[in-house]
């Protein structure tokens, strides 16, 4: 069997052999989102909805699974027409699941890097930690599938893929700085700013070795490429580097310890189910999630439910059952949805993720509501709304949503 290797990091390819391999497979966006996304998962089953929904985003498909088969033998076909045989069986499907087969031998960076690091965490000799902290360096060739890195599933690993990177490479950086070997910190540095450009203390740090090493013009060059990129206060120049770097290096870990601060003085993570809120409140996070709904493709829905007395009630007794419906949103819905009163017999939800999931949700509700001493008094109704991308709400529909007097 020829080895089989999968790099994500600064670029996406999958080699057989050491030679690259389904150079086709960049035609077809989706099956190659559907081949990054399965690896990702690190052999873990992915349901067909998950699936899909990470696939399509906002966009639905008139026949997701049926999109999703026909990706996936799309895929096959180009494996069959490579000749890949080591490469057969890379995708299992199962009752409701797609999975990237566990069994298959394969090298992929991601996890590769993933495992040096908790190497690194674990190992107690300096030296040894160090030469871990190297080859994480050497793994991150760059960002996780830069040319998918707008979507939500990339994003995440992306951004914490890379603080991992970062913090490897500085605390290698730190050790050839004391131990003065500025070749190696000058190599270091060139390679860290090709995969982040725009970063200042890599810009001083390279100015001071190449300095240190008597190379005067090369830091000249570098000084002038960090002010030309707007990295640098115009106030930096030759002979000066070491004194900014000393304050820079002052001003974070003054802002460590302010961000160790801001963090203690945040509330916890929500451990209590929905937050239940004042109706302006949820009118602010309706507009910040419409602009995630816009930059990240993810379904925003609009709910109302509503209790409607079977026979007429008197405002006590509705009111009370309104801090039922009130404590059962908390408890069903999830710690992302947020709720606020909206009349006198009806709340406001909103929610984010697919329809099935959050008319479960709803159901649910519904049944625990039904479940009350008092159920055969009123009746428990909810619609939805999902606004599309770019969607402003009618003069019709801004009436509808207008918080009653």
């Keep these: 069997m020829a080895n089989i290797e999968i790099r994500m990091l600064g670029n996406f390819e999958i080699r057989v052999g050491g030679k690259p391999v389904l150079a086709q497979l960049a035609q077809s966006r989706k099956a190659t989102a559907l081949v990054q996304y399965l690896v990702l998962q690190r052999g873990e089953k992915v349901p067909h909805q998950t699936l899909t929904n990470a696939l399509w985003g906002g966009e ?83 960002r996780l599938l830069p040319l998918s890195a707008d979507e939500p599933w990339v994003e995440s690993s992306a951004v914490r893929l890379h603080v991992l990177y970062r ?51 090369e830091a000249q060059r570098v000084l002038q490429r960090g002010l030309a990129s707007g990295c640098l206060h115009h106030a930096v120049e030759p002979g000066r580097v070491g004194a900014m770097w000393r304050q820079a290096r002052k001003v974070d870990r003054n802002m460590e310890n302010d961000m160790a601060r801001l963090m203690a003085a945040l509330p916890r993570d929500n451990t209590e189910g929905a937050m239940i809120c004042s109706f302006d409140t949820l009118g602010q996070i309706y507009r910040m999630q419409r602009g995630i709904q816009a930059q990240y493709h993810v379904p925003v829905f609009l709910l109302l439910v509503t209790i409607v007395p079977v026979q007429p009630q008197d405002n006590a007794e509705t009111e009370r059952m309104m801090g039922v419906l009130q404590d059962l949103l908390r408890t069903c819905l999830r710690s992302c949805d947020v709720a606020a009163r909206y009349s006198d017999t009806q709340y406001a939800v909103l929610v984010c993720g697919a329809p099935g999931q959050n008319a479960a949700l709803l159901e649910r509700i519904k049944q625990a509501f039904y479940g009350t001493p008092t159920r055969e008094k009123y009746l428990l109704n909810y619609n939805a709304y999902c606004p599309k991308e770019g969607q402003q709400p009618s003069r019709q529909r801004r009436a509808h949503v207008r918080k009653k007097k």
């Design 60 to 142: 639905r498909s008139g026949n997701p699974d049926m999109a999703l088969r026909a990706i996936l033998h799309r895929f096959r076909s180009m494996i069959a027409q490579e000749g890949l045989a080591e490469l057969e069986g890379c995708i299992l499907t199962s009752r409701g699941c797609y999975q990237w087969n566990p069994d298959l031998e394969c090298e992929v960076d991601v996890f590769r890097m993933q495992d040096l690091v908790m190497q690194a965490g674990q190992e107690k000799d300096p030296e040894q930690r160090l030469a871990l902290e190297e080859q994480i360096v050497a793994t991150y060739r760059g």
């Design 167 to 217: 913090a490897a490479m500085i605390h290698v950086l730190e050790h050839y700085k004391k131990t003065g070997d500025n070749e190696r910190l000058v190599s270091l540095c060139e390679d860290a700013l090709e995969k982040n450009p725009r970063a200042e203390r890599l810009y001083l740090k390279l100015i001071l070795a190449l300095e240190s090493l008597g190379r005067q013009e």
